[in-house]
């Protein structure tokens, strides 16, 4: 069986991650501190495909920064599933960086760029507007009422 080993002769059953002999009986293949670590890393990837189900794994690792290999860890150990994802934004559209990403046409980066070239425009509208929100009304022509 994987995940064991002998210690004075006797065989244990360890941790995955750090190798520390752990409980026969544990429902984890981890150590409390390790599996502790690996679920606030799988709360991270949880509450992200809660906001965008069907993330690709290197959607995730962008926009959450887990490790790609983290990622598919958890879909070996059936923690995450895959499935085929038909509509995939390849690249970035602005960059080109391989993005792989059912929900966001550009890479993270990207975003932040776009997102604050459009505030400083809005900005600059903003000025340039300056009095020209107010309301329009037509002046009637002296004469001409009644
Ligand atoms: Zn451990
Ligand atoms: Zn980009």
Redesign the pocket.
């Known amino acids: 069986m994987k995940n064991k080993r002998y210690h004075k002769g006797v065989l244990v059953r360890t941790?995955k991650?750090?190798k520390?002999i752990i409980d026969e009986k544990s429902l984890y293949d981890?150590?409390p501190?390790?599996f502790e670590k690996i679920q606030d890393i799988f709360d991270k990837i949880e509450e992200y495909l809660k906001e965008y189900p069907g993330a690709t794994a290197f959607e995730i690792e962008q926009e959450t920064g887990v490790p790609y290999h983290i990622v598919n860890n958890f879909v070996r150990e059936g923690r995450l599933i895959e499935i085929p994802n038909e509509y995939l934004n390849f690249e970035c559209k602005r960059c080109g960086r391989l993005l792989l990403s059912a929900h966001h046409k550009y890479c993270p980066s990207c975003r932040k760029e776009i997102e604050e070239e459009l505030a400083s425009v809005k900005k600059q509208l903003r000025g340039s507007l300056n009095g020209g929100n107010a309301k329009m009304h037509i002046r009637h022509k002296e004469g001409r009422r009644k």
Do not use: D, F, H, V
Request: aromatic share 12%.
């Open positions: 941790c991650k750090c520390k981890y150590c501190e390790c």
